[in-house]
C-alpha cells in the first residue's frame, strides 16, 4: 500500500509533456475589420480614397452601390449622395489635390465612364462630352475605359480603354476636361484580349503600360514605345500594377515579388531568388509615413522596413493567404488602409501599440487565467493559474504542471490563491499565497521538480503582500493583518516586527537596490524604512509620510519600487500616484489620474519615465510629455487583469497577466500619435429647415457654397432658430466622440455633447462666434473650428428709428405739458385758500403737543433711575453666580489625579450658564479608582446645586464608607437623595444620571467594574477600531416614583492602550439650523472614524465637529465628554 500511495503522489506532481501547450504569439499592429455587418454595401472594395475632411470613401463593386462613406464611427450610404445616379460599380478612382476624386465607373447601361465625386459637398458632377484635337465633340460614353492615370502635374490625364487604345486628356484650372488625343501603343488587342494591363506616368511624363508580363515605355519625345528588357521574367510573371515611393523609385508588382527599372532594365528588387518575396504575388503596395512598407501579397498582408534582403518579412494577418488585395492606401491621421476581395476592409493605426499574448491551454484547448508570470534566470518561464504552477522550458519545449490539493503535505501546492513568484539569489523559486502559505520549488531538472512547503506560524505572519530577499538572503515578508516579518529558508526561522505603528499591517514592499534597506508601505501609517544590518536585524527604523494635495497625511501606499534614479514610487488603488526621491522627507503627490477609465488601480510599474497602470485594462503614462494611453481591449487581447501581476525582463520586455494569458509588448512599441481629432461644419438648419447651397430661406440666400467653406453666416431676425450638424473624424478612435461649442459673445461657456446637432435656438442680434471642438476617449483634442455668425436686427432696432419715435414723444409732452401747467394754477388758487384754513387748526393742536411732551420727558427720566437700579443688581448676582462656579469647579478632579491613572485623557466640561447641572467625580482608594460622569436635574443655579449634593454623597459613600461595588454605589445615593430632598413626600422630583465605573489594577490587565443609572459606559480596545457598549440600567437617581428595578453591574478586563468614553447627554442635544440633533448615532461614528488619533487629538476632533455642527446655535444643556485612555 505505501508503493501504491508514493505512485498516486508522485503521479499528481509529474511532469507532463505535450504538444504546444504553450502559445505565443509574437507583437503585431491590431487590424480592425469591417465588412457588410459593420455597414459596408459589399465585401468587394476596388478603391478607397480619403476626403479633405478625412472621411474614406469605399468604392465598391459587385454591390451595384457607388460608394460607401466612413467617418470612423458609422457608414453613409451612397443613396445621400447628389446627383448619383449612374455610378454603380467603382473600377477605379483618384483624389486630385483640390479635393474633388475620378472616379471610372460601371452601371447596367454603360462600363468604364468618368464621373467626378465632390465629397464634402456629397455631389456628382459627369464628364462625358468633350472635344478633340480637331474639335469634334466626343462622348466619352461610349467607350469603355479600363484604365487612368493621372499625371504629376494634374493637367493631364491617361485613360486606356478596352481595345488597349491611350488617350491622353487635358484638363483646366478647374480640373475639368479639354481636349482628347489617340495615342497608339504596341499592343495587339486582339492577341491578348484578357491580359492584364495597366498604365503609370512618371514625373518626367515618361509614359509606362504594362501587359502581361511585358513592359514598354515612352518618353515625352519617343515617337512610339518600347520595350523594356527583362531579367528573369517568363509568361508567368504578370505585372499587377505600379507604385512610387517616397524616393521617387518606381516598383512594378508582380506574381513573383516587386520589381523595377534599373539600368535600362527590368530587374527585382530584391535580388536573392530565395527570399520570401520573391515567391509570393503582390497586387499592392504603400509606403506609410514611418518608412515601412505594407505590401499586399498571396501569404496574407505583409510589412518590412525597406525593400532589402536584410529586412525582415513580417506576415502581419496570414489569415488572408491566397486572397487578391485590391488596394492599400494611407490616411492622414497614421492609419493604413487596406481592401481584400471577397472580404472586406481592414485597417490599421500605425500608432497603436503591439501587444503579444503567451496562451497557457488547458486540456480542452481553452486558455487559462493567468495569476502571475515569471521568467526565471534558466529561461523557463512559470505560470500561476487557477489550476495551480505550471513550468515551462523553451528549449526542451516541455510542460510541467502541479495541482492544487485540499490535502496539505510536503508534497502538494496549497488549495488556496496564489499571489505572486520569485527567484531568489540561490536559484529558487518561490510562490506566496492569500492566507499563510509560502512554497519553495527546488531542483533544476524540470522534469523532477518537487514542492517543499511549510505552514507559518498565524499568529506571526497573514495575508502576505509582498516578500523581499535582502542581501543576507532573508526573505522580508509584508503582512496585510500581521505587519513585517523576516523568514530564514536556511533556519526555517522566522521572526516579527510588533512595532505599534505597524499593527495596522503592511500592504506593499520593495528593497532598496543600493541598500540593504527594506521599505514597507501601510494603510494609514505611511512608510517605514527597515535598516537591515549583518545578522538580520533592523537597526534603525525611519517612518515617511504620504500627502496629497488636500493635506490629508498618509494616505494607503501600495505598488511600491524604484526606478533607475533610485526614486521610490507608490500608488494606491483610488488613482494616487506618489514618490520620493532621496533628497524628500515626505512622499509627494505624482497626480490622481482619472484619465484612466478603470474603477481602481490594481498595479503600477514605473521605468524610464514612464508608469505603467493597470487595472481591468492596461494604461501607459509618459510622464515627459505628460500624455495617457488607455490600450483598448481589442489591442491587449481582450483581457482582464484583475490580478494585474507585471514582469519586466532585461531586454525591455513587460508581462502582464490576465484573464486569456500573459499579454506582452516592449516599450518600443510605443508611439504617440501626432494627430488628433477633426471637426467641420457639416450642415445649417435655420427654423428647423435643413439648408442646402443656394436654398432660399424667407426669400434670402443664406448659403452660396457647402457651410464648411463659408467665412461668414449672415442671418435675418426672422431667421435667428440656428442649429448647425458637426461631423468629427478620427479613424484611431473606436469610441465615441464628444463635442464642446460655446457661442462666444453670448455666452463663453462651453458645453459638452455627443450629439452631432447643436441647437442654439432663437439667438438675439448680434456678432457672435461659434466656436467646436472634439475630444476623443483618450483625451486627444482637435483644433477649434469657429465661424462668425451675424444676427441682423430688425427694422425697429436701428437707432434712426428709435430716434425718431423720441422725437415724436418729446413733441407729444411737450403740448401735454403747457395743458397740465394751466390746469394746475387753477388747483393752486383753490389749495391756497385750503391751506390757510388749515394752518390755523395745527397751531392749536402743535400747543397741545407741547404739554404732552413735557409729560413723556418726566416719565423717561424715572424709567432710567429705575434701570440703574436693575443693572446694579444683575452685576452683584452675576459676581455671585462666577464665585459660586468657582466653587463648584473645585470640587472637580484636577489634571494630576487624572495623569496618575490613566496613560491619556481628555475631559471637555462646558456648562450652558456660569454654573453646571453636569459634574465628574473621581476618587483613589488602594489599587482602586473610581470615576463617575454625573448629568443632575436642570442647568444653571439649580443644577449646581444638585451637583453639589450629589458631589458630598459620592464622598461619603466612596471615601468614608468604602464601597466600590459600582451597582450598590448607586442605590445608597438614591436611597440618599431621596431621603435627603425629602421626595418620599412628594416635596420634590429631582434627581440625576449617571455613569461610574470602578478600576482595579491586576498587573497587565485592569478590571472595570461598570454600572450606569439611565447612562452608559463605551469602549474600544486597542487592536480594534470599533465602538463597543455597555448599557446602563434605565432607572433614574432620585425622583418621587420608586423603583422596583435593581441596579445592574458588569465586570469586563481590558489591556492598557485600550480606551473608554463617558459622557451626558448635553453633546448628543446640540443641534443645527434645522433643530437637528447631532444625536448619539453620529458620535460614535465620529469616535471611531478619529480612532487612530491620540486621546487629546481625537477629543478635540470630536469637540470640533460637533462646535462646526451647531455654529451660530444656542447651547442646550450642559456637556460633559470624557475620553480615556487605560
Known amino acids: 500500500m505505501k508503493w501504491i500511495y508514493f505512485f498516486l503522489i508522485t503521479s499528481l506532481l509529474a511532469i507532463n509533456a505535450f504538444s504546444n501547450p504553450i502559445e505565443d504569439e509574437k507583437p503585431k499592429p491590431h487590424i480592425r475589420y469591417l465588412n457588410t455587418l459593420d455597414g459596408l454595401s459589399t465585401i468587394d472594395i476596388i478603391s478607397i480614397e480619403e476626403d479633405k475632411q478625412g472621411k474614406i470613401w469605399f468604392g465598391n463593386k459587385g454591390g451595384a452601390k457607388g460608394f460607401d462613406v466612413f467617418d470612423g464611427k458609422k457608414f453613409s450610404k451612397w443613396e445621400t449622395i447628389e446627383n448619383n445616379w449612374l455610378i454603380k460599380n467603382v473600377l477605379k478612382s483618384h483624389k486630385l489635390s483640390n479635393g474633388k476624386v475620378w472616379t471610372l465607373y460601371q452601371n447596367f447601361g454603360n462600363q468604364g465612364s468618368l464621373g467626378v465625386l465632390e465629397p464634402v459637398e456629397k455631389k456628382v458632377f459627369y464628364h462625358h462630352l468633350v472635344k478633340d484635337e480637331q474639335g469634334n465633340q466626343k462622348d466619352l460614353k461610349q467607350i469603355k475605359f479600363i484604365d487612368f492615370f493621372f499625371n504629376e502635374k494634374e493637367d493631364l490625364v491617361y485613360l486606356l480603354d478596352d481595345a488597349k487604345t491611350l488617350y491622353k486628356l487635358t484638363l483646366d484650372e478647374d480640373k475639368r476636361p479639354g481636349v482628347i488625343t489617340e495615342i497608339n501603343t504596341p499592343i495587339d488587342a486582339s492577341k491578348a484580349k484578357y491580359a492584364q494591363t495597366s498604365i503609370y506616368v512618371d514625373i518626367k511624363e515618361t509614359i509606362w503600360i504594362s501587359h502581361g508580363f511585358h513592359l514598354f515605355m515612352k518618353k515625352d519625345l519617343d515617337q512610339k514605345f518600347r520595350e523594356v528588357p527583362s531579367v528573369g521574367t517568363n509568361k508567368d510573371y504578370i505585372i499587377n500594377g505600379a507604385y512610387k515611393t517616397k524616393k521617387g523609385n518606381v516598383l512594378w508588382l508582380t506574381n513573383f515579388g516587386i520589381y523595377t527599372v534599373r539600368k535600362g532594365k527590368f530587374v527585382k528588387v530584391i535580388s536573392d531568388e530565395n527570399h520570401p518575396l520573391n515567391k509570393t504575388k503582390v497586387s499592392s503596395i504603400i509606403e506609410d509615413e514611418l518608412g515601412n512598407f505594407w505590401i499586399g501579397t498571396w501569404d496574407g498582408l505583409c510589412r518590412m522596413k525597406s525593400l532589402t534582403s536584410s529586412a525582415k518579412y513580417e506576415i502581419i494577418d496570414n489569415s488572408m493567404e491566397g486572397k487578391i488585395f485590391n488596394c492599400i492606401t494611407a490616411d492622414s491621421f497614421g492609419g493604413i488602409w487596406f481592401s481584400v476581395k471577397q472580404k472586406g476592409v481592414g485597417y490599421i493605426n500605425l500608432y497603436d501599440t503591439s501587444f503579444g499574448i503567451i496562451r497557457h491551454k488547458n486540456n480542452k484547448g481553452k486558455d487559462k487565467y493567468i495569476d502571475g508570470y515569471f521568467k526565471d534566470s534558466k529561461g523557463r518561464e512559470w505560470f500561476l493559474t487557477d489550476y495551480g504552477l505550471s513550468v515551462y522550458d523553451p528549449s526542451k519545449k516541455r510542460l510541467g504542471k502541479y495541482k492544487r490539493e485540499q490535502k496539505a503535505s510536503n508534497k502538494t501546492f496549497p488549495q488556496t490563491d496564489a499571489l505572486g513568484i520569485f527567484e531568489t539569489k540561490d536559484g529558487s523559486i518561490w510562490i506566496y499565497f492569500v492566507n499563510l502559505y509560502l512554497c519553495r520549488v527546488v531542483g533544476n531538472d524540470v522534469q523532477n521538480l518537487h514542492l517543499d512547503f511549510r505552514y507559518l506560524n498565524m499568529n506571526i505572519i497573514r495575508n502576505i503582500s509582498g516578500i523581499q530577499e535582502d542581501d543576507n538572503g532573508l526573505l522580508w515578508i509584508s503582512s496585510v493583518e500581521k505587519g513585517v516579518a523576516s523568514y530564514n529558508p536556511k533556519t526555517f526561522k522566522l521572526n516579527n516586527y510588533s512595532d505599534p505603528e505597524l499593527k495596522i499591517g503592511a500592504i506593499s514592499i520593495a528593497k532598496d537596490p543600493l541598500s540593504n534597506s527594506i521599505w514597507f508601505g501601510t494603510s494609514k501609517k505611511g512608510v517605514f524604512k527597515f535598516d537591515v544590518d549583518k545578522k538580520g536585524y533592523p537597526n534603525n527604523i525611519k517612518n515617511y509620510k504620504v500627502s496629497n494635495n488636500i493635506n490629508k497625511d498618509n494616505l494607503p501606499i501600495r505598488f511600491l519600487q524604484f526606478d533607475n534614479n533610485h526614486i521610490l514610487w507608490g500608488g494606491n488603488r483610488n488613482k494616487y500616484i506618489f514618490n520620493k526621491s532621496d533628497a524628500d522627507s515626505i512622499f509627494k503627490t505624482v497626480g490622481v489620474f482619472n484619465d484612466v477609465k478603470d474603477q481602481v488601480f490594481n498595479n503600477i510599474m514605473v521605468d524610464d519615465g514612464a508608469i505603467w497602470i493597470v487595472g481591468d485594462h492596461i494604461n501607459y503614462y509618459d510622464l515627459e510629455k505628460k500624455t495617457m494611453i488607455n490600450f483598448s481591449p481589442n489591442i491587449t487581447k481582450n483581457s482582464l487583469f484583475g490580478k494585474a501581476n507585471i514582469f519586466k525582463t532585461d531586454d525591455g520586455n513587460y508581462y502582464f497577466s490576465g484573464s486569456n494569458g500573459v499579454v506582452y509588448t516592449n516599450k518600443s512599441n510605443i508611439e504617440f500619435s501626432p494627430y488628433h481629432p477633426k471637426i467641420y461644419f457639416n450642415d445649417l438648419y435655420v427654423n428647423g429647415e435643413r439648408l442646402t447651397n443656394g436654398v432660399n430661406a424667407e426669400n ?234 454625573v448629568d443632575c436635574t436642570g442647568h444653571g443655579v439649580p443644577g449646581a446645586l444638585m451637583s453639589m449634593v450629589g458631589n458630598a454623597i459620592l464622598n461619603q459613600i466612596i471615601k468614608e464608607k468604602k464601597i466600590f461595588s459600582t451597582k450598590e454605589i448607586l442605590q445608597v445615593l438614591d436611597e440618599r437623595i431621596k431621603k435627603l430632598l425629602k421626595q418620599e413626600k412628594g416635596f420634590n422630583d429631582d434627581g440625576m444620571d449617571l455613569s461610574i465605573c470602578c478600576l482595579e489594577d491586576k498587573g497587565e490587565k485592569i478590571k472595570l467594574t461598570f454600572s450606569g443609572a439611565k447612562n452608559d459606559l463605551y469602549y474600544a480596545r486597542s487592536f480594534e477600531n470599533q465602538l463597543s457598549v455597555i448599557k446602563g440600567t434605565k432607572r433614574h437617581i432620585g425622583g418621587k416614583i420608586s423603583s422596583s428595578r435593581e441596579f445592574e453591574e458588569e465586570t469586563l478586563y481590558f489591556l492598557k492602550g485600550d480606551r473608554i468614553y463617558l459622557f451626558t447627554d448635553g453633546i448628543i442635544d446640540q443641534h443645527d439650523e434645522n433643530r437637528k440633533r447631532f444625536g448619539k448615532k453620529r458620535l460614535i461614528q465620529l469616535i471611531e472614524e478619529t480612532m487612530s488619533n491620540s486621546v487629546d487629538e481625537q477629543g478635540e476632533l470630536i469637540v470640533d465637529t460637533v462646535g462646526k455642527y451647531s455654529e451660530n446655535q444656542t447651547q442646550r444643556d450642559d456637556i460633559t465628554f470624557m475620553a480615556m485612555a487605560l
Open 700 to 933: 434670402e440666400v443664406i448659403l452660396k457654397q457647402h457651410l464648411s467653406k463659408t467665412k461668414q453666416l449672415k442671418l435675418s431676425y426672422e431667421n435667428n432658430d440656428v442649429a448647425i450638424q458637426l461631423i468629427g473624424i478620427y479613424p484611431p478612435s473606436t469610441g465615441q466622440l464628444i463635442y464642446f461649442y460655446r457661442l462666444k459673445g453670448l455666452n463663453n461657456k462651453w458645453f459638452s455633447t455627443t450629439n452631432e446637432m447643436i441647437n442654439f435656438g432663437a439667438i438675439t442680434p448680434g456678432d457672435y462666434t461659434i466656436e467646436v471642438y472634439a475630444v476623443d476617449d483618450q483625451g486627444n483634442k482637435s483644433e477649434i473650428n469657429a465661424m462668425p455668425l451675424t444676427i441682423q436686427k430688425p427694422w425697429w432696432m436701428y437707432t434712426v428709428v428709435w430716434f425718431a419715435a423720441v422725437l415724436l414723444l418729446i413733441i407729444f409732452g411737450v403740448i401735454i405739458y403747457k395743458m397740465k401747467v394751466k390746469q394746475h394754477k387753477q388747483k393752486a388758487k383753490e389749495l391756497e385758500a385750503i391751506v390757510q384754513e388749515r394752518t390755523k387748526e395745527i397751531q392749536i393742536r402743535n400747543e397741545e403737543l407741547h404739554h404732552q411732551s413735557e409729560e413723556l420727558e418726566q416719565q423717561r427720566d424715572n424709567l432710567f433711575e429705575a434701570n440703574q437700579t436693575i443693572s446694579l443688581k444683575n452685576e452683584m448676582i452675576t459676581q455671585s453666580l462666577n464665585y459660586a462656579k468657582t466653587i463648584q469647579e473645585t470640587i472637580l478632579p484636577i489634571e494630576d489625579q487624572l495623569d496618575a491613572v490613566f496613560t491619556k485623557h481628555y475631559v471637555y466640561y462646558q456648562p450652558k450658564d456660569i454654573v453646571s447641572g453636569d459634574f465628574y467625580w473621581m476618587a483613589n482608594e488602594g489599587n482602586r479608582t473610581v470615576i463617575a460622569c
